[in-house]
Nanobody, 125 residues
């Protein structure tokens, strides 16, 4: 089992920045990749991006490239989501995810075995 704990959410003005963190514990040696999804009120859950634990290759939703950056600290078993130039439409609950396999496409939420509890990000206009 892998446990994920997010932190860093909050309220920010449009144009501002925020960094989310996600600390993994448990069987972290089994992790293939970690990443983020988000869900806005009344909308479907949306893929944000992921990072391969070995090598650090990143993948992002096309609509978020250039504003969002995912990184990792292997020593701390932690992944980060740096969000810049935030917009009101970025308001959502952000979920940290981890996968131990490659059974589904990267942006498919079925690929991810473990989910954090979510952290709220609110961007005011």
């Amino acid at each position: 089992q892998v446990q994920l704990v997010e932190s860093g959410g909050g309220l920010v003005q449009a144009g501002g920045s925020l960094r989310l963190s996600c600390a993994a514990s448990g069987r972290t040696s089994s992790i293939y990749a970690m990443g983020w999804f988000r869900q806005a009120p009344g909308k479907e859950r949306e893929f944000v991006g992921t990072i391969k634990w070995s090598g650090g290759r990143t993948y992002y939703a096309d609509s978020l490239k250039g504003r969002f950056t995912i990184s990792r600290d292997g020593a701390k078993n932690t992944v980060y989501l740096q969000m810049n130039t935030l917009k009101p439409e970025d308001t959502a609950v952000y979920y940290c995810v981890a996968t131990t396999n490659t059974n589904h496409p990267i942006a498919d939420d079925r690929r991810y075995d473990y989910w954090g509890q979510g952290t709220q990000v609110t961007v005011s206009s």
